[in-house]
């Protein structure tokens, strides 16, 4: 397939997807967040606008990264929670708690199909760990 098929390919829907996302926070002090994010996730800086108060960082997802904005003052937000799927959601959660981050209550399970655990960073946001229980089995029931 050449690069202007694949591109093509990409570009999807009625409002011509890219092929990738860029999920934005809010938080207090950019560079803190972004130590966190790198060493406790194993995020990748892509860039940085200090002078905006901006950075992005690459997720081990493809196409999706991580925006994080600097606000004078936070205030987490309802709504769309990052959910990164993960083989071992035990060991997963072992290395964040280890490391001080603050989980939502226990693992929950919705039996034969997914573990999942929320978790909070340094500003409140939420995000979330989950496991498929049958890799053959699709979680957007197709």
């Known amino acids: 397939m050449s690069l202007d098929q694949s591109s093509a390919a990409q570009q999807t829907g009625p409002i011509g997807y890219a092929g990738h996302m860029t999920a934005a926070i809010g938080v207090s002090d950019m560079e803190r967040s972004r130590s966190w994010f790198q060493e406790l996730l ?7 606008l200090a002078e905006w108060g901006w950075c992005e960082l690459r997720t081990p997802i493809p196409g999706v990264n991580l925006g994080i904005g600097q606000e004078e003052t936070v205030t987490p937000r309802g709504g769309a929670t ?27 399970e919705i039996e034969g199909m997914v573990r999942l655990a929320t978790f909070y960073d340094l500003d409140g946001n939420s995000f979330m760990l989950a496991q498929r229980l049958d890799a053959d089995q699709d979680p957007r029931g197709g």
């Not at 995020?43 to 940085?48: D, K, L, R, S």
């Not at 990164?84 to 989980?103: K, P, Q, S, Y």
């Open 82 to 108: 990052l959910t990164f799927g993960v083989t071992d959601i035990a060991a997963a959660r072992g290395h964040l708690e280890r490391n001080g981050v603050r989980f939502d209550g226990d693992t929950r």
């Open 42 to 48: 194993g995020f990748e800086p892509i860039y940085t």
